[in-house]
């Protein structure tokens, strides 16, 4: 059975720092990309960043560019958001997400086929 | 503001047919694959079709999709009450700074 596990949500106040987890099981974890989504309180679901399988290729919404980074521990099975200079909109649900797909030539197929059960993030003071 | 447009919310009688659309352009759903969720409340989203209309095994047939140009639906037939939730597209821009997973804003199905 394919799981994913996030920790380290918490509140923190704005400009602080907070590291997300994301432990996987049952399935290859350095074969597949994965993916953050964060979904703010009432709202809808926001992609936060994507990394490739081995770490090399990595992508950011323009929002967090710069203050988030994203990285893996294909040994460990785990991956991480480092959160930087937060800010009351970065407030929300961040879920860790097995992501399935490619760029070919010409097309790309993403899609997320595991979701973890999410981790909350308040940025407040 | 999300890059692809659906209807804030739609509603059908239990039983029926329900249709919810997903907008995009050339650069996202005109050029790549459409991926659909399901986010029931308090709960992590599911995906319900992959690759604008394959559905992973234990989805049941009555939800299907499909994509003509920039645009692509979700069908759901045979509505449950179970279907009460949020659904999502989602597919990647190319013409976002090297690439972007993009959502939709999100449809709220009501069964009446």
């Known amino acids: 059975d394919e799981q994913l596990l996030e920790s380290g949500g918490g509140l923190v106040q704005p400009g602080g720092s907070l590291r997300l987890s994301c432990v996987a099981s049952g399935f290859t974890f350095s074969t597949y990309s994965m993916t953050w989504v964060r979904q703010a309180p009432g709202k809808g679901l926001e992609w936060v960043s994507t990394?490739?399988?081995?770490?090399?290729?990595?992508y950011y919404t323009n929002s967090v560019r710069g203050r988030f980074s994203v990285s893996r521990d294909n040994s460990h099975n785990m991956s991480f958001l480092q959160m930087t200079s937060l800010r009351a909109e970065d407030t929300a649900v961040y879920y860790c997400?097995?992501?399935?797909?490619?760029?070919?030539?010409?097309?790309?197929?993403?899609?997320?086929?595991?979701w973890g059960r999410g981790t909350a993030v308040n940025v407040s003071s | 503001q999300s890059v692809l447009t659906q209807p804030p919310s739609v509603s059908a009688a239990a039983g029926q047919r329900v249709a919810i659309s997903c907008s995009g352009s050339?650069?996202?759903?005109?050029?790549?694959?459409v991926a659909w969720y399901q986010q029931l409340p308090g709960t992590a989203p599911k995906l319900l079709i992959h690759d604008n209309d394959e559905r992973p095994s234990g989805i049941p047939e009555r939800f299907s999709g499909s994509k003509s140009g920039t645009s692509a639906t979700l069908v759901i037939s045979g509505l449950q009450t179970g279907d009460e939730a949020d659904y999502y597209c989602?597919?990647?821009?190319?013409?976002?700074?090297?690439?972007?997973?993009?959502f939709g804003g999100g449809t709220k199905l009501t069964v009446l």
């Open positions: 989602e597919t990647w821009d190319s013409s976002l700074g090297g690439g972007n997973l993009v």
């Open positions: 990394i490739h399988g081995g770490g090399v290729n990595i």
């Open positions: 997400a097995k992501t399935k797909g490619y760029c070919g030539i010409s097309t790309c197929h993403y899609y997320i086929d595991v």
């Open positions: 050339s650069s996202n759903i005109g050029t790549n694959y």
